[in-house]
């Protein structure tokens, strides 16, 4: 079965400074990566995904991550982040092959500051 | 195109009630997702549907059922309400199940 930890439960930053937010993996078979934010009583909104190829995904918003197989990291990165960036973040992974459902890290809670 | 529709958007109940909220997917996804969202379990998995058969199903308590309809629409039951089950239940359409998911804006349920 599939796991996903996300390392911090909240990051503060001030505006225009760049942010990370880990994501680490566990998996037996080969999967597929996911970033969704969530915006206050909304629900969620892809980020960016890791299907194949190019281990560095760029998705909306400034956000790109990186698939790192090795360590089974994916991190959520962003050079340089607005007011608006505040949200929560979930980190996701699901099997390629079976299972059929996707599981979410517990969030990361990122607060721009001015 | 249209996205995930989720109704009712808000839901009071009493202990000991049932429960039926419906999702509508996107227009030609066959997967639709079940996910209860709470404070302090993040979102926990429910029930995956694929062309009306459940292919996956969480850890959660014969309580929770759910169904899907030959149009991919979905309903997800809850029975006997207990005050914990108060939570943001969130739907989320895909065309696979595996791949990128479309979430609805959730039915925020409350048990009194």
């Known amino acids: 079965a599939q796991s996903v930890t996300q390392l911090d439960s909240q990051v503060p930053v001030f505006e225009e400074a760049p942010v990370e937010l880990r994501c680490n993996y566990s998996s037996s078979v080969s999967v597929y990566l996911f970033w969704y934010v969530q915006y206050p009583n909304q629900g969620l909104q892809l980020l960016l995904k890791?299907?194949?190829?190019?281990?560095l995904v760029k998705g909306i918003n400034g956000f790109e991550a990186e698939f790192n197989k090795s360590q089974t990291s994916f991190h959520l990165r962003k050079p340089s982040v607005h007011i608006s960036d505040t949200a929560e973040y979930f980190c996701?992974?699901?099997?390629?092959?079976?299972?059929?459902?996707?599981?979410f890290g517990a969030g990361t809670r990122l607060f721009v500051k001015a | 195109k249209a996205g995930v529709t989720q109704t009712p958007r808000y839901l009071i109940k009493t202990r000991g009630q049932q429960v039926t909220l419906s999702c509508s997917p996107i227009?030609?996804?066959?997967?639709v997702s079940w996910y209860q969202q709470t404070p302090g379990q993040g979102l926990q998995f429910l029930f995956e549907y694929f062309s009306e058969t459940q292919r996956n199903k969480g850890n959660f308590p014969g309580r929770f059922s759910g169904r899907q309809f030959s149009n991919s629409r979905s309903e997800m039951n809850v029975s006997t309400l207990e005050l914990g089950d108060s939570a943001l239940y969130l739907c989320?359409?895909?065309?696979?199940?595996?791949?990128?998911?479309?979430f609805g804006q959730g039915t925020r349920l409350t048990v009194v």
């Open positions: 227009s030609g996804h066959r997967s």
């Open positions: 989320a359409s895909s065309p696979q199940g595996n791949t990128e998911a479309f």
């Open positions: 890791y299907l194949s190829g190019s281990t």
């Open positions: 996701a992974v699901s099997e390629r092959t079976g299972g059929f459902k996707t599981i």
